[in-house]
């Protein structure tokens, strides 16, 4: 089914954990990766796209790291996405205006595919990071309790 992409994930974690340091105050992906146990090259990889797309600023040294530099309420995680893995797509059958698959003269949910398309993304262009990131949920500490079991995960 639907899953955002482990990437988006990562950039989410940091900045919100970037959004509750004091102003000013710098973030190593080491930092992110310790303390949220992320793998160090995706993560870094997503911080340096977003310095690249003046989402954060990056300081280069022994002492660097990144600090968030646009209101991210000005964002949307349509734009995130975008940034970091390309336009939402839902289907690998298509990609914009055409198709890839061997079932397309034939199919008969390319309309209601694309029409979902659509809806996801618009609704992914509307929805600001700021507003994503602060929000909680009632169902966060059941999902917290439960311990994870490698039998039980469908990855």
Do not use: W
């Amino acid at each position: 089914m639907l899953k955002i992409n482990r990437k988006i994930e990562y950039a989410l974690i940091a900045l919100k954990h970037m959004g509750r340091k004091a102003p000013g105050q710098l973030t190593s992906a080491k930092e992110i990766c310790d303390v949220y146990h992320t793998p160090f090259d995706p993560t870094s990889r997503v911080l340096q796209i977003m310095a690249q797309h003046e989402i954060l600023r990056a300081e280069q040294g022994a002492h660097g790291g990144y600090q968030i530099l646009k209101d991210l309420s000005k964002v949307t995680v349509g734009d995130l996405s975008d940034m970091i893995i390309g336009p939402i797509q839902i289907a690998n059958c298509f990609h914009g205006d055409y198709s890839h698959c061997d079932l397309t003269h034939s199919c008969s949910v390319i309309g209601p595919m694309l029409n979902l398309n659509e809806r996801i993304s618009q609704l992914f262009h509307t929805m600001k990071v700021s507003e994503l990131i602060e929000t909680r949920h009632t169902g966060e500490k059941s999902i917290r309790e439960k311990p994870f079991s490698a039998a039980t995960s469908k990855e």
